[in-house]
């Protein structure tokens, strides 16, 4: 079948008449090839503009100029005044002799500081360091300062940790998981409350609460987060179908106007008529938290658009796995990256989900006809993940390629989302379980995948929600021993870790070194918000009944119950 991508032009926006008032022109914001048409943002004019529209020209001095280790930095930094007003500043200063440009910054903005690390006390167990750390990790900002990058949210809620300052999307699922855990369902509700409020505000969760972020969502985990409060209870299920129903039409935005074979935004429509997902940016200019790092792999590769690159990198940023081969041609090269043309499981999955929730809201509601058409919608996409989305020849899910026009041969953690919310048949499951004992299964859990290609979401590194979606996807369908093998391995690697240096990171290298991971384009960063609720939710699975288990089992249990 032939896939057409479509894309879009958009007309320049407020943006560059704001800087013009101050004489500056719209083409220093990014390299002087592009025209400014094909750098304009796509963007509502209710969104706030991202530090990189904001600043222009002293944007993109800093960065380049590297004047700190991280490009998060300043893209976190608050202004102390109207940016025009630093603008015409640095209109007037910057070629004067002796200027510094660091001074410069340092003057104008307050830049972010790394909160004081905490210490646990002194013979501490896993279980207790967790409960200890939600309160450093938990954030209050209902108010955001004057043209920070900072968007507000109503209640409080707990970020991952580390160089990860404010709330990502899909990360809080997991850490809500271990909230719960812990007994925290008030900080569930806020943060749901939180999500849903993003969506009535901006029409989608974006990948975390910053105006640079906007443009792209994450894997859509509010339906679960969802279920996760309700715990059954249909009244629960029933208030947030407005938000729920929101979200859904933000992935499905466009899905009515496409022919067979084509593309746009977030929707494929197959050669068949059935209609499936992928990743996708708004955008497709640097992303400016890693600006330098985007000018770069486009420059890398100059025969290809660097807006489609910039594209692609933005759409794995959205898809969590930012980077991986997943998204690639060329395993060690990321310029080959090409998130935009790949049809993804994990995505597929979760709007099955979300779809299947949406009918239960629906009902919950007294709308039988909104039900039976969530279902009727739910099963579609069922049919057709098993037939996109199945190597037959290797016996595992995969993702599919619009490019090839063929279901991809590598098998990721990723196969493991058709199992976690029940869309799997059960011989299909069946075969996964073997795939993750004969390929996937590491001394330390779960690899993400089976190259080694030095981004970080590939071997051999193992992150906490992909062991947990694989953890309770098996056990949906009956295969408990080897999900408490998945979970004990991770859980005793996560201990190791905690043992030796007192803290819980973002990523775990699961070959058998019993440290943390590495790769990507910043160092590992420790906290961490997802590590923490899987980490409580596999010592609860593990420990069964033993109320004093608060570190890693020695072993398996003779028998470990099933455990949701």
Request: glycine content about 6%; hydrophobic content about 40%; some cysteine.
């Amino acid at each position: 079948m032939t896939v057409t991508i479509t894309k879009k032009r958009p007309a320049i926006i407020a943006t560059a008449l704001r800087l013009a008032l101050v004489g500056l022109v719209i083409s220093p914001l990014y390299p002087a090839a592009y025209a400014a048409d094909e750098i304009a943002i796509t963007q509502p004019q209710a969104w706030p503009q991202s530090p990189d529209e904001l600043f222009g020209p002293l944007f993109t001095a800093v960065q380049s100029a590297q004047l700190f280790p991280d490009q998060k930095t300043f893209v976190d930094a608050v202004p102390r005044s109207d940016p025009l007003m630093i603008l015409a500043d640095y209109r007037m200063q910057r070629n004067q002799s002796g200027f510094d440009l660091k001074h410069f910054v340092e003057v104008n903005f307050t830049l972010p500081k790394e909160g004081a690390k905490y210490v646990p006390p002194k013979g501490e167990t896993l279980r207790k360091h967790i409960d200890n750390l939600w309160p450093v990790l938990t954030r209050a900002t209902p108010q955001a300062e004057a043209w920070s990058s900072l968007l507000p949210l109503p209640n409080p809620y707990v970020v991952p940790g580390g160089r990860f300052r404010e709330v990502y999307y899909w990360d809080s699922y997991f850490t809500m998981l271990g909230l719960a855990e812990s007994g925290h369902m008030d900080s569930v509700r806020n943060m749901v409350n939180n999500f849903a409020s993003e969506i009535d505000q901006w029409g989608h969760i974006p990948n975390g609460n910053r105006s640079y972020y906007l443009s792209r969502s994450q894997p859509p985990f509010f339906a679960l987060m969802v279920e996760l409060l309700a715990q059954g209870d249909e009244k629960t299920l029933g208030h947030y179908r407005p938000q729920l129903e929101k979200e859904y039409q933000y992935w499905m935005a466009g899905s009515d106007n496409l022919k067979p074979g084509e593309a746009g935004a977030r929707v494929v429509k197959m050669q068949d008529g059935a209609i499936l997902n992928r990743y996708w940016d708004d955008k497709n200019t640097p992303r400016p938290e890693s600006w330098l790092q985007d000018i770069n792999t486009a420059k890398s590769d100059p025969a290809r658009p660097a807006t489609d690159i910039y594209r692609d990198l933005r759409s794995a940023a959205a898809s969590g796995w930012d980077f991986s081969s997943r998204w690639m041609d060329d395993a060690k090269k990321l310029n080959t990256i090409r998130t935009t043309t790949i049809v993804p499981v994990d995505l597929n999955a979760l709007l099955f989900q979300l779809e299947k929730t949406l009918s239960a809201a629906s009902k919950a509601t007294g709308d039988t006809a909104a039900a039976r058409h969530y279902d009727e919608l739910a099963s579609a996409r069922q049919h057709a993940m098993e037939k996109y989305l199945w190597n037959d020849s290797k016996g595992w899910y995969a993702d599919y390629d619009l490019k090839k026009h063929q279901v991809r041969a590598q098998l990721t953690a990723a196969a493991l989302f058709p199992l976690y919310v029940k869309a799997a048949s059960s011989d299909r499951a069946a075969k996964m379980g073997q795939a993750v004992k004969n390929h996937l299964l590491q001394p330390g859990g779960l690899a993400t995948t089976l190259v080694h290609s030095g981004q970080q979401w590939d071997a051999p590194n193992g992150w906490a929600p992909l062991q947990w979606v694989a953890v309770q996807g098996l056990v949906n369908y009956q295969q408990q021993p080897l999900a408490s093998e998945v979970a004990l391995r991770f859980l005793t690697n996560v201990q190791h870790t905690f043992n030796q240096q007192q803290k819980l990171v973002e990523k775990y290298d699961v070959s058998g070194t019993g440290t943390g991971g590495g790769g990507g384009e910043y160092p590992l960063q420790d906290g961490f918000g997802w590590s923490n609720g899987v980490a409580l939710k596999m010592l609860d699975m593990l420990c069964g009944s033993d109320k004093t288990c608060d570190n890693a089992p020695a072993s398996l249990p003779a028998a470990t119950p099933a455990h949701k």
